[in-house]
């Protein structure tokens, strides 16, 4: 493998810390998902940096980058594109909406309708759309970031189980530390970073590091880790959804992005243990008795690593 995987993975993660201050571990997240070819949502309060950590990614990398603002009233074609009537030729034409980037940002993902939501079904887990009988090939890479409020915020609706079983990560920014804020309002004296920054690689370099992780080495007693905590989810009594193969192969993917990053090429169970939490969390589903008891998905996931044996 190539050694410059790690200086390569730096710039980016440089270049995004120059905008998002004193949250490296959230930038690794993000990372780990994109390397893995997954999606991220990212969730938090409002004014925390999501949005712009997503606009930063997507220069960072030279890619085209498109944002959709979800509202009550957007609809599916609004997002997938649609296709109309050219009376000067007098045929119809596919207008590609949005969703037709490198990075898309589906901003506040939660205050449009499950309807809505929908329509990124498709194209997140297949990199297509399809309109009028006709498939149409995302460009590569493609990477979808949803930013979402909390649910107890005025004005939003609950993902369904399915658009949420296709984030491979969930990653929370939280507020700033007292130094970094302080360093927030002097660094937008003139202008937002942002402004200034630059791309550090393209798409193709991307690439080429997403390749890379697919040939990490993944060692069977290792995959069967993954798979038992998987399968203990779906026989815990106080969970109406345990986690599907999906969750299990993002898992399994997330790892083996994680070792590259560290330098490794092959997975280790620390590598699972690290990422259970951000990338199984979000797909579970409480019991109605659990969810009243204050119990989280978080928690369900903790308890569970406690329980499976750690392979040696």
Same mark, same amino acid.
């Given at each position: 493998m190539t050694s410059d995987f790690a200086g390569t993975v730096k710039r980016i993660e440089d270049n995004l810390g120059r905008v998002i201050r004193g949250k490296t571990e959230s930038i690794r997240l993000l990372l780990v998902s994109m390397l893995a070819g997954g999606h991220t949502l990212l969730e938090d309060v409002p004014g925390t940096g999501k949005t712009t950590l997503a606009k930063s990614l997507a220069c960072s990398i030279s890619g085209?980058?498109?944002r959709i603002q979800f509202t009550p009233d957007l609809l599916p074609g609004d997002i997938t594109g649609s296709t109309f009537y050219n009376p000067k030729e007098g045929t119809f034409e596919f207008r590609p909406g949005p969703v037709f980037a490198n990075v898309v940002l589906a901003d506040e993902i939660n205050r449009t309708s499950p309807r809505t939501q929908s329509a990124l079904l498709e194209v997140m887990s297949e990199r297509q759309v399809t309109t009028d009988g006709q498939k149409r090939e995302m460009q590569r890479p493609f990477f979808v970031i949803a930013t979402q409020n909390p649910s107890e915020y005025h004005g939003t609706y609950p993902l369904p189980e399915a658009q949420l079983d296709r984030f491979t990560a969930c990653v929370g920014l939280g507020y700033p530390d007292f130094a970094n804020e302080v360093e927030i309002l002097y660094s937008q004296n003139d202008a937002h970073p942002f402004e200034? &920054?630059?791309?550090?690689v393209t798409c193709d370099e991307v690439l080429a590091l997403m390749d890379q992780v697919k040939r990490v080495r993944f060692d069977r007693a290792v995959a069967e880790y993954?798979?038992?905590?998987?399968?203990?989810?779906r026989q815990d009594p106080r969970l109406r959804l345990g986690l599907s193969p999906r969750g299990s192969l993002a898992l399994y993917r997330t790892a083996q992005a994680r070792a590259r990053m560290e330098g490794?090429?092959?997975? &280790?169970?620390?590598?699972?243990?690290?990422?259970?939490?951000?990338?199984l969390a979000h797909r579970l589903m409480l019991e109605t008795k659990a969810r009243y008891t204050g119990l989280s998905p978080r928690r369900i996931v903790e308890e569970t690593l406690e329980k499976v044996p750690v392979p040696r």
């Open positions: 085209a980058f498109r200034s &920054l630059k791309p550090v993954v798979v038992k905590i998987v399968e203990t989810t490794r090429d092959f997975a &280790l169970p620390e590598d699972v243990r690290a990422l259970a939490v951000p990338v």
